[in-house]
Nanobody
Framework: QVQLVESGGGLVQAGGSLRLSCAAS????????MGWFRQAPGKEREFVAA????????YYTDSVKGRFTISRDNAKNTVYLQMNSLKPEDTAAYYC???????????????WGQGTQVTVSS
């Protein structure tokens, strides 16, 4: 069973940047697509981004395109989410996820991290 541990969350002003990390143990991530979701208070968890097992391909939800970048370092068993030009509406708990399939990622999640809080002040 894989364990996913997120870090890098915090409080930032609007327009600022944060980089989230997701470190995995218990399983080599190299053959699995990875992604990030977020959940704001009172809202459902929503998909943010996914990256293929090789790191060569990624896709994003429309609201973060051009501002967020997902990447991975398979040698370090770690996935990242670089978040730039942050907005108050990006405030949420961010969760790392591992899936069995890159396409249809949302329906193929097999494990989650515990989450890290991101708060963007206006």
């Amino acid at each position: 069973q894989v364990q996913l541990v997120e870090s890098g969350g915090g409080l930032v002003q609007a327009g600022g940047s944060l980089r989230l990390s997701c470190a995995a143990s218990g399983r080599t991530l190299g053959s699995y697509p990875m992604g990030w979701f977020r959940q704001a208070p009172g809202k459902e968890r929503e998909f943010v981004a996914a990256v293929s097992w090789s790191g060569d391909s990624a896709y994003y939800t429309d609201s973060v395109k051009g501002r967020f970048t997902i990447s991975r370092d398979n040698a370090k068993n770690t996935v990242y989410l670089q978040m730039n030009s942050l907005k108050p509406e990006d405030t949420a708990a961010y969760y790392c996820a591992i899936a069995s399939r890159y396409t249809d990622f949302v329906k193929r999640v097999i494990d989650w991290g515990q989450g890290t809080q991101v708060t963007v002040s206006s």
